[in-house]
């Protein structure tokens, strides 16, 4: 039987000891660099770890009542600007948009007829001011010559009686002068009252232009009533426009609130949809640590869905109030108790573009910043 050496013993019991004295030594060195790691992290960089992907939410809804009639689209349906996302019954509009043109079409017949009626009348009241102011001059002529005339006329009857009082002419021939002279007198009167008539035909055309102000009112009132009629027809088109609701942006169905043969009222939320292509990090930030941070910094974020990877991103806006300020809830403090807590300001972070991930709105994020 044999015997153990007593210094073989503890020189492996001393072996063993330095082993684990080593491994020990190297872990608490280990945990010394990581917590000191740590440490630096934390003081050198802003961490956030509750912040999500968020993008721009679009909540369709109707403007117009009816009967669903198609609904081309699921949840998860990738639509373009322009498709079409449902459409609503829409032979009721269709109906008052074209009695709203047959009466625009009336309105635009009766603003042409008064125009047609007034150019006639202007075109009659202009024919009759010519004619008046031809028989005024011709009646002007005619009272000159006829003034002509009389004055022949008695110059010759004052020279007769003159002879016939020298008895150097026949009573005959005075009595024929004087004849002649009277004839020329009548003959100007008569001529001095056409003159006077064609006056009064001249100012009767002159005052039978005020009609043309009627006409001006009447063709006032039927373009009101044309324009009446046009804004109404417009409005049926654009409420006839609301029964085919078309996407407003590139994007993804989130989600469809109805089934296809629903009712459909006015205001009903319809669905909803975002744009994948314009998705940002929102981060609440500690405000203790918000005075660290400015637009422009960079921001590197890991995606809890995506383990290992990390994304890169750039603060774009800082928000200027806090989160708080925007609860539905007010947070009173009526009692007079109060304890204070750390307060957080909305950050938005771009991401830099990438083709390896498919980010959607609700994703949990880490995010961390330089300071």
């Keep these: 039987m044999s015997e153990s050496n007593p210094a073989h013993t503890a020189s492996g019991t001393a072996g063993k000891l330095s082993r684990r004295t080593l491994i020990v030594a190297m872990l608490a060195v280990a945990a ?9 992290d934390r003081v050198t960089h802003v961490h956030i770890t509750d912040a999500r992907i968020a993008g721009t939410m679009i909540t369709i809804s109707s403007r117009v009542h009816g009967w669903l009639d198609e609904l081309p689209i699921e949840t998860g349906d990738r639509v373009r600007r322009g498709d079409l996302l449902l459409a609503i019954d829409e032979r009721e509009a269709a109906l008052a948009l ?6 625009m079409a009336v309105a635009r017949a009766e603003l042409r007829r008064i125009q047609a009626e007034r150019s006639w009348r ?18 002007q002529s005619e009272a000159t010559a006829a003034e002509v005339e009389l004055e022949q006329a008695e110059a010759d009857w004052n020279r007769a009686r003159s002879l016939l009082e020298r008895d150097m002419i026949s009573r005959e021939l005075f ?6 002279w009277r004839q020329a007198e009548q003959r100007s ?16 055309a002159e005052a039978a232009k005020a009609e043309l102000i009627v006409f001006d009112a009447r063709e006032l009132q039927a373009e009101a009533a044309v324009e009446d009629a046009r804004a109404q027809r417009d409005q049926l088109e654009i409420a006839l426009s609301h029964h085919r609701i078309v996407s407003p942006v590139d994007g993804v169905i989130d989600t469809v609130f109805l089934e296809a043969g629903e009712y459909v009222e006015r205001g009903r939320q319809l669905l909803m949809l975002h744009n994948p ?5 929102s981060a609440n930030v500690r405000e203790t640590h918000i005075r660290h941070l400015q637009p422009g910094d960079r921001a590197r974020i890991r995606v809890d869905a995506y383990p290992g990877l990390e994304l890169e991103g750039e603060i774009r806006r800082i928000g200027q109030a806090t989160t708080s300020q925007f609860a539905l809830l007010p947070n009173p403090n009526p009692s007079g108790n109060f304890t204070k807590i750390t307060q957080r300001i909305e950050v938005r972070i771009d991401l830099e573009p990438s083709a390896d991930v498919q980010l959607k709105p609700g994703m949990m994020v880490e995010v961390k910043i330089g300071i």
């Design 189 to 204: 009167l008569s001529a001095n009252a056409r003159v006077e008539a064609a006056q009064a035909a001249v100012a009767a």
């Design 277 to 281: 292509d314009d998705l940002w990090v």
């Design 98 to 103: 074209e009695e709203a043109e047959l009466r």
């Design 175 to 180: 009595d024929q002068q004087r004849s002649f």
């Design 122 to 139: 202007e075109a009659s009241l202009a024919a009759a001011d010519q004619k008046a102011a031809a028989d005024l001059r011709a009646a």
């Design 32 to 40: 010394i660099i990581s917590s000191a790691w740590w440490v630096y």
